[in-house]
């Protein structure tokens, strides 16, 4: 089985700054793409960024330009800087990964994710 430790999350005022991580422990032969899914109060979950074992990066458009996904293939580690952070920026940040075994079948993960706020 696969854990997903997420970390970093907290209060932040507007236009400030804060930066995610999400680290894969467990039975992982092989750690596939990995993203960070947001979701606010009364609203649906929404993908903020992905990223693959080789780096490509999808980024949702609310969060493009001031978001940057990153990850660590040794560490199995996933990160998630966040600046000029907004009040729609607010909600849980769950952790996501892809975990395939060694028969190539792919199983999702998700962490429990730390709460985002954003607030003056």
């Known amino acids: 089985q696969v854990q997903l430790v997420e970390s970093g999350g907290g209060l932040a005022q507007p236009g400030g700054s804060l930066r995610l991580s999400c680290t894969a422990s467990?039975?992982?032969?092989?750690?596939?793409?990995m993203g960070w899914y947001r979701q606010a109060p009364a609203k649906q979950r929404e993908m903020a960024a992905t990223?693959?074992?080789?780096?490509?990066?999808n980024y949702a458009d609310p969060v493009k330009g001031r978001f940057t996904i990153s990850r660590d293939n040794d560490k199995n580690a996933m990160f998630l800087q966040m600046n000029s952070l907004k009040s729609d920026d607010a909600g849980i940040y769950f952790c996501?990964?892809?975990?395939?075994?060694?028969?190539?079948?792919?199983?999702?993960?998700w962490g429990q994710g730390p709460q985002v706020a954003v607030s003056s």
């Open positions: 990223i693959t074992p080789v780096g490509v990066i």
């Open positions: 467990g039975t992982i032969f092989n750690l596939a793409t």
């Open positions: 996501y990964a892809r975990v395939r075994n060694r028969s190539n079948v792919p199983y999702e993960y």
